[in-house]
């Protein structure tokens, strides 16, 4: 499988672990992903607020570069292309989205384009997650008949942050309210999933550039969530949201005098772990709180498996009630 | 014009009497006050159909269905001699009737009369004037040219089956069931659970009055059992029904209950002994307990349990017959079978009711992942006396006793997200539950998170009033989320209310012991395949569709199928009970005529066409044609043929015609519509 690839700039500096990891696991996976050539700045969450048709025109080259150059030829998948950052993929498909519905934005984007020898027609560039296109295209099965090294033992929260599923218009591959795809992956790799009901709320974004106080209280919640869940470390997919867990964690402990030290990973870091990669080929070590000490306890703690306690009958003068039941989940 | 005419006429007395076969067509053009004269110009069409061939007349009036405009018609059938009439106006739906009884009084046979729809099909459906107008003359020209070669036909009389079908045995079902049986007829109620008493057996209290709901229904089903004229088939569903409005052939299946009901005098040892204790995800819905062989609830009608087979150790693994070992009577069958039986009623009145909404589509509520956020439904087990708790208030461990309760109204109502509609009873039961929490837990604060209160019924504002004097606070809202997730000291070990509160403007953290999720109502999982089987329409949401939403709300437009309660929407008890009784007192209306007129609109087969390929006879859905081996012809049964026409469009030899609906009047009316379309044009292309 063959996908066109816009990196965006985080995956250029501060989460080059997750385009390393990315990398090998695709590879891994048979999955190849063409960077599109001379693409630009995805507006990041701001430049829309600042000027509408000039953050589409800007998030348009992309696309149209990206129609240009995933035409189907040497055996890329038509029109796919894949972010692996939030906002980017966010910026992308909600363009995309909006250029669709509306013809006058179309055209006076392409207008712009013109200037530069481009157009776009709506509707040519399909934009994916890096996380839709695992699970979905991939698919679980795939991506469990590599894991070499379960990860047993690891209690992972699932972070998916506010981008990725939200706004639940078309094309969006989980539940906007409560995911749970990123859930069934790391139950996958054989870690354990705590309930993390705050997986998709915001973690501050650029507050922390323009409101510390909110930014901060924002991490804290996430973290305070996951330690009250033994949460060994929170996996992310979404550079935003890693760097602000991670390089804030101190100024948190700092500001509300708490003593956390939560390894913020990427999905993708697990993933290569569990497929037997080195942790270095999968970037671990350039995170902010060190990740080694909890990765230390996969495969310490007994195997998943046997932590599932058998159904529990019902004893003489126990009162409790029933608890609603749920659909099985698959993994 | 003058001003003592009301209406304007187009009459030519110069027409001969026997322009084209001597048809003499009277034409009428309605206005329906503004709803098709502001769209289409009548006037117009009026004076353009009097110059077409065989019109001998043609007016344009403002209200044809009114008694003026009927008689109107009559006056020109008398004095000028008219044989055919043709109104163009609403849907025949609306007055076909109408007018076909005015032709009849004027002496004019009522087939002879045609209705050309211009409002339904022309004015409601654009604000085009002109384009309108030219569609109203084609569909006047096309209703026109049928008219005159329509055959004058005489309607059929069947009698009426005087027995009645219910299915469903919930609160609307069992009012028909009994205001029918008290009327002298004979009714079947078949229902699928093993009890009768619907979604009402399971709740504690009624709202406003709040009466014990076992106590005013449970002498409603006794009523019903012990009937003379009541034929109870509980555990029982429909499997086939045939025929038509006055004689179904309805094909039911009497699952096996294991229990010889003769013998069975429902003591309940069988059910005390069985080892088998499994959860109730029935009646008690995920609350409570049950053993293989069970009753619903004590007061059960009929009083005999049921086995059930999948999780009964005897039938999953050839041992144990506890309940056959205990029982005194020796009721107990392992060999029962299901059973097949054969009903003939003349009418079907569906009850079928509604399924709560699953609250676990809302993950942000939290049900299922979070131990004490309950459904509404389980709130109301939990309150009632003989539910699995004896009417205890408590946290899903069974003893702590909540302090702190909130009740979230419109899961999955009045949301795009789920169910756009409002659910209607929600809000009156969760005025309900707070006061019933006051009544039980009295130091207990209860919250109601509503976007709006809708207390409209009798009493319902009062019993408003009197919950919010009693304390319960009232934040007006819809949760965003309800959490574990604790943010400080104040929030641990409880679940959260996130919520902006919108009368004061802001956001709002409120930790609570207890989650009420007020789900709304939805139609059943399987309404449409049950609408397909009775032959009726459901809605986008799937709930059973009425021939009118509010002349007509019992009746669906399947003559003979009814519909009451809540599968036709959301109900509660008293709105259900009214239509339960409704459907009764239709149903009863039309036995008490015995016999019933039908539309003579029937296919025919030329025996002397007929090759005998048996075509037709697989493809009637009503078993209406029959096959002479003798002299390998088909033959339509007159008083089965429903005069659909599959097996007129379908006959390779067109051998069979359809009454009202023959090759030439159907070809003549489609002439007459492109009366005015011209010979395509040829587009010769150029090459590039």
Same mark, same amino acid.
């Given at each position: 499988?063959?996908?066109?690839?816009?990196?965006?700039?985080?995956?250029?500096?501060?989460?080059?672990?997750?385009?390393?990891?990315?990398?090998?696991?695709?590879?891994?996976?048979?999955?190849?992903?063409?960077?599109?050539?001379?693409?630009?700045?995805?507006?990041?969450?701001?430049?829309?607020?600042?000027?509408?048709?000039?953050?589409?025109?800007?998030?348009?080259?992309?696309?149209?570069?990206?129609?240009?150059?995933?035409?189907?030829?040497?055996?890329?998948?038509?029109?796919?292309?894949?972010?692996?950052?939030?906002?980017?993929?966010?910026?992308?498909?909600?363009?995309?989205?909006?250029?669709?519905?509306?013809?006058?934005?179309?055209?006076?984007?392409?207008?712009?384009?013109?200037?530069?020898?481009?157009?776009?027609?709506?509707?040519?560039?399909?934009?994916?997650?890096?996380?839709?296109?695992?699970?979905?295209?991939?698919?679980?099965?795939?991506?469990?008949?590599?894991?070499?090294?379960?990860?047993?033992?690891?209690?992972?929260?699932?972070?998916?942050?506010?981008?990725?599923?939200?706004?639940?218009?078309?094309?969006?591959?989980?539940?906007?309210?409560?995911?749970?795809?990123?859930? &069934?992956?790391?139950?996958?790799?054989?870690?354990?999933?705590?309930?993390?009901?705050?997986?998709?709320?915001?973690?501050?974004?650029?507050?922390?550039?323009?409101?510390?106080?909110?930014?901060?209280?924002?991490?804290? &919640?996430?973290?305070?969530?996951?330690?009250?869940?033994?949460?060994?470390?929170?996996?992310?997919?979404?550079?935003?949201?890693?760097?602000?867990?991670?390089?804030?964690?101190?100024?948190?402990?700092?500001?509300?005098?708490?003593?956390? &030290?939560?390894?913020?990973?990427?999905?993708?870091?697990?993933?290569?772990?569990?497929?037997?990669?080195?942790?270095?080929?999968?970037?671990?070590?350039?995170?902010?709180?060190?990740?080694?000490?909890?990765?230390?306890?996969?495969?310490?703690?007994?195997?998943?498996?046997?932590?599932?306690?058998?159904?529990?009958?019902?004893?003489?003068?126990?009162?409790?009630?029933?608890?609603?039941?749920?659909?099985?989940?698959?993994? | 014009?003058?001003?003592?005419?009301?209406?304007?006429?187009?009459?030519?007395?110069?027409?001969?009497?026997?322009?084209?076969?001597?048809?003499?067509?009277?034409?009428?053009?309605?206005?329906?006050?503004?709803?098709?004269?502001?769209?289409?110009?009548?006037?117009?069409?009026?004076?353009?159909?009097?110059?077409?061939?065989?019109?001998?007349?043609?007016?344009?009036?403002?209200?044809?269905?009114?008694?003026?405009?009927? %008689?109107?018609?009559?006056?020109?059938?008398?004095?000028?001699?008219?044989?055919?009439?043709?109104?163009?106006?609403?849907?025949?739906?609306?007055?076909?009737?109408?007018?076909?009884?005015?032709?009849?009084?004027?002496?004019?046979?009522?087939?002879?009369?045609?209705?050309?729809?211009?409002?339904?099909?022309?004015?409601?459906?654009? /604000?085009?004037?002109?384009?309108?107008?030219?569609?109203?003359?084609?569909?006047?020209?096309?209703?026109?040219? @049928?008219?005159?070669?329509?055959?004058?036909?005489?309607?059929?009389?069947?009698?009426?089956?005087?027995?009645?079908?219910?299915?469903?045995?919930?609160?609307?079902?069992?009012?028909?069931?009994?205001?029918?049986?008290?009327?002298?007829?004979?009714?079947?109620?078949?229902?699928?659970?093993?009890? =009768?008493?619907?979604?009402?057996?399971?709740?504690?209290?009624?709202?406003?009055?709040?009466?014990?709901?076992?106590?005013?229904?449970?002498?409603?089903?006794?009523?019903?059992?012990?009937?003379?004229?009541?034929?109870?088939?509980?555990?029982? %569903?429909?499997?086939?029904?045939?025929?038509?409005?006055?004689?179904?052939?309805?094909?039911?299946?009497?699952?096996?209950?294991?229990? !010889?009901?003769?013998?069975?005098?429902?003591?309940?040892?069988?059910?005390?002994?069985?080892?088998?204790?499994?959860?109730?995800?029935?009646?008690?819905?995920?609350?409570?307990?049950?053993? +293989?062989?069970?009753?619903?609830?004590?007061?059960?009608?009929? !009083?005999?349990?049921?086995?059930?087979?999948?999780?009964?150790?005897?039938?999953?693994?050839?041992?144990?017959?506890?309940?056959?070992?205990?029982?005194?009577?020796?009721?107990?069958?392992?060999?029962?079978?299901?059973?097949?039986?054969?009903?003939?009623?003349?009418?079907?009145?569906?009850?079928?009711?509604?399924?709560?909404?699953?609250?676990?589509?809302?993950?942000?509520?939290?049900?299922?992942?979070?131990?004490?956020?309950?459904?509404?439904?389980?709130?109301?087990?939990?309150?009632?006396?003989?539910?699995?708790?004896?009417?205890?208030?408590?946290?899903?461990?069974?003893?702590?006793?909540?302090?702190?309760?909130?009740?979230?109204?419109?899961?999955?109502?009045?949301?795009?997200?789920?169910?756009?509609?409002?659910?209607?009873?929600?809000?009156?039961?969760?005025?309900?539950?707070?006061?019933?929490?006051?009544?039980?837990?009295?130091?207990?604060?209860?919250?109601?998170?509503?976007?709006?209160?809708?207390?409209?019924?009798?009493?319902?504002?009062?019993?408003?009033?009197?919950?919010?004097?009693?304390?319960?606070?009232?934040?007006?809202?819809?949760?965003?989320?309800?959490?574990?997730?604790? @943010?400080?000291?104040?929030?641990?070990?409880?679940?959260?209310?996130?919520?902006?509160?919108?009368? =004061?403007?802001?956001?709002?953290?409120?930790?609570?012991?207890?989650?009420?999720?007020?789900?709304?109502?939805?139609? @059943?999982? /399987?309404?449409?395949?049950?609408?397909?089987?009775?032959?009726?329409?459901?809605?986008?949401?799937?709930?059973?569709?009425?021939?009118?939403?509010?002349?007509?709300?019992?009746?669906?437009?399947?003559?003979?199928?009814?519909?009451?309660?809540?599968?036709?929407?959301? !109900?509660?008890?008293?709105?259900?009970?009214?239509?339960?009784?409704?459907?009764?007192?239709?149903?009863?209306?039309?036995?008490?005529?015995?016999?019933?007129?039908? %539309?003579?609109?029937?296919?025919?087969?030329?025996?002397?066409?007929?090759?005998?390929?048996?075509?037709?006879?697989?493809?009637?859905?009503?078993?209406?044609?029959?096959?002479?081996?003798? @002299? !390998?012809?088909?033959?339509?049964?007159?008083?089965?043929?429903?005069?659909?026409?599959?097996?007129?469009?379908?006959?390779?030899?067109?051998?069979?015609?359809?009454?009202?609906?023959?090759? /030439?009047?159907?070809?003549?009316?489609?002439?007459?519509?492109?009366?005015? +379309?011209?010979?395509? %044009?040829?587009?010769?292309?150029?090459?590039?």
């Amino acid at each position: 499988m063959r996908y066109g690839y816009y990196p965006g700039c985080s995956l250029e500096r501060n989460a080059g672990a997750y385009h390393t990891s990315l990398m090998a696991v695709a590879a891994q996976l048979g999955v190849e992903f063409a960077e599109v050539d001379d693409w630009n700045c995805c507006g990041a969450t701001e430049f829309i607020a600042v000027n509408r048709l000039r953050a589409y025109a800007l998030v348009s080259r992309n696309l149209a570069l990206a129609a240009r150059q995933t035409n189907g030829s040497n055996g890329a998948a038509k029109g796919q292309l894949v972010a692996p950052c939030s906002a980017c993929y966010l910026n992308l498909s909600k363009v995309e989205h909006y250029l669709s519905q509306s013809p006058a934005l179309a055209s006076g984007v392409n207008n712009a384009l013109a200037a530069g020898g481009l157009s776009y027609e709506p509707g040519s560039v399909r934009v994916r997650h890096l996380l839709d296109v695992l699970v979905n295209d991939v698919g679980y099965e795939k991506v469990a008949a590599r894991v070499r090294r379960p990860l047993h033992g690891l209690r992972v929260a699932p972070y998916y942050g506010c981008l990725v599923v939200r706004p639940g218009f078309q094309g969006r591959f989980d539940d906007p309210e409560y995911p749970t795809s990123l859930d &069934r992956l790391m139950r996958t790799l054989g870690a354990t999933v705590v309930d993390f009901p705050l997986k998709a709320h915001c973690c501050g974004g650029h507050m922390t550039q323009i409101s510390r106080d909110v930014a901060l209280e924002l991490i804290r &919640r996430l973290l305070k969530n996951a330690a009250d869940y033994q949460a060994d470390m929170i996996v992310t997919l979404c550079p935003m949201c890693q760097l602000n867990l991670d390089a804030f964690q101190e100024s948190v402990n700092g500001l509300f005098g708490t003593e956390y &030290r939560i390894p913020i990973l990427f999905f993708t870091q697990l993933m290569g772990l569990a497929f037997g990669l080195s942790p270095a080929a999968v970037g671990i070590g350039k995170e902010f709180v060190d990740a080694r000490p909890a990765l230390a306890k996969i495969g310490a703690a007994a195997p998943a498996a046997a932590e599932a306690a058998p159904k529990r009958k019902p004893r003489r003068g126990d009162q409790s009630l029933p608890l609603p039941q749920m659909p099985e989940e698959e993994l | 014009m003058s001003a003592e005419n009301p209406h304007r006429t187009r009459h030519d007395p110069h027409a001969t009497p026997d322009a084209g076969h001597g048809e003499r067509v009277g034409v009428y053009v309605c206005h329906c006050g503004h709803n098709i004269a502001n769209t289409v110009a009548v006037e117009e069409v009026a004076e353009w159909a009097g110059e077409q061939p065989n019109v001998v007349v043609a007016r344009d009036y403002k209200f044809m269905c009114s008694s003026l405009g009927q %008689e109107l018609i009559e006056q020109d059938i008398q004095q000028l001699g008219l044989n055919r009439v043709v109104v163009a106006a609403c849907s025949p739906h609306m007055h076909e009737k109408t007018f076909r009884s005015a032709c009849q009084r004027a002496g004019l046979n009522p087939y002879l009369f045609e209705m050309a729809n211009i409002r339904e099909m022309g004015s409601w459906a654009t /604000d085009d004037r002109e384009a309108a107008t030219q569609k109203a003359k084609a569909q006047v020209k096309g209703a026109v040219e @049928r008219a005159v070669r329509q055959q004058p036909l005489e309607p059929l009389y069947v009698d009426i089956n005087p027995n009645t079908l219910v299915v469903g045995g919930g609160i609307a079902g069992l009012t028909a069931a009994l205001e029918l049986a008290n009327a002298g007829y004979h009714v079947y109620l078949v229902e699928r659970d093993s009890s =009768i008493g619907g979604h009402m057996a399971k709740l504690d209290k009624t709202f406003p009055t709040l009466d014990c709901a076992a106590c005013i229904l449970t002498p409603k089903m006794v009523d019903v059992a012990n009937h003379p004229n009541i034929t109870l088939m509980t555990w029982s %569903e429909v499997l086939s029904v045939h025929g038509y409005v006055g004689n179904f052939t309805v094909r039911v299946r009497k699952k096996a209950r294991y229990i !010889k009901e003769d013998l069975c005098t429902g003591c309940g040892t069988c059910v005390e002994k069985c080892p088998v204790r499994i959860i109730d995800q029935n009646f008690e819905v995920g609350l409570g307990y049950r053993k +293989a062989v069970y009753r619903n609830f004590p007061q059960a009608v009929p !009083k005999y349990p049921v086995i059930d087979t999948a999780n009964c150790t005897f039938f999953q693994r050839g041992k144990c017959r506890a309940c056959e070992i205990v029982c005194p009577t020796d009721a107990i069958d392992f060999n029962q079978k299901d059973e097949i039986v054969d009903l003939e009623v003349g009418n079907i009145i569906l009850a079928t009711g509604y399924e709560q909404f699953d609250a676990r589509r809302v993950p942000q509520y939290g049900y299922g992942r979070l131990a004490n956020v309950f459904t509404s439904m389980e709130f109301e087990r939990m309150v009632n006396a003989a539910g699995p708790t004896a009417g205890r208030v408590v946290l899903r461990d069974g003893v702590t006793v909540p302090k702190r309760i909130a009740i979230i109204h419109c899961v999955g109502s009045r949301d795009k997200n789920y169910h756009e509609y409002c659910s209607r009873a929600c809000c009156m039961a969760a005025l309900k539950f707070a006061h019933l929490v006051h009544e039980r837990v009295p130091e207990a604060e209860v919250f109601n998170f509503y976007i709006d209160i809708r207390a409209s019924g009798k009493h319902y504002e009062e019993f408003y009033h009197r919950v919010l004097s009693e304390g319960t606070h009232f934040i007006r809202g819809r949760v965003a989320e309800v959490t574990d997730a604790a @943010r400080g000291p104040g929030e641990e070990g409880q679940l959260i209310i996130q919520v902006e509160d919108t009368l =004061i403007g802001k956001q709002r953290r409120i930790p609570v012991d207890m989650v009420i999720l007020m789900a709304g109502m939805e139609s @059943r999982k /399987d309404a449409r395949q049950v609408a397909a089987l009775f032959g009726l329409g459901c809605d986008y949401d799937g709930w059973f569709t009425e021939r009118h939403a509010k002349l007509d709300p019992v009746v669906t437009m399947t003559e003979g199928i009814l519909v009451a309660g809540a599968c036709q929407g959301p !109900k509660a008890i008293p709105e259900s009970v009214a239509q339960g009784s409704a459907a009764a007192a239709r149903v009863a209306g039309m036995m008490g005529q015995r016999v019933m007129k039908r %539309e003579p609109v029937r296919a025919c087969i030329d025996a002397a066409s007929c090759s005998g390929c048996r075509i037709c006879n697989t493809l009637c859905p009503y078993h209406a044609i029959t096959f002479h081996e003798d @002299r !390998k012809v088909s033959e339509v049964i007159p008083a089965l043929c429903q005069g659909c026409g599959a097996c007129v469009a379908a006959c390779p030899s067109a051998a069979i015609s359809g009454a009202h609906f023959t090759r /030439d009047q159907v070809l003549a009316q489609i002439e007459g519509i492109l009366w005015d +379309a011209r010979q395509p %044009e040829v587009l010769w292309l150029e090459p590039q």
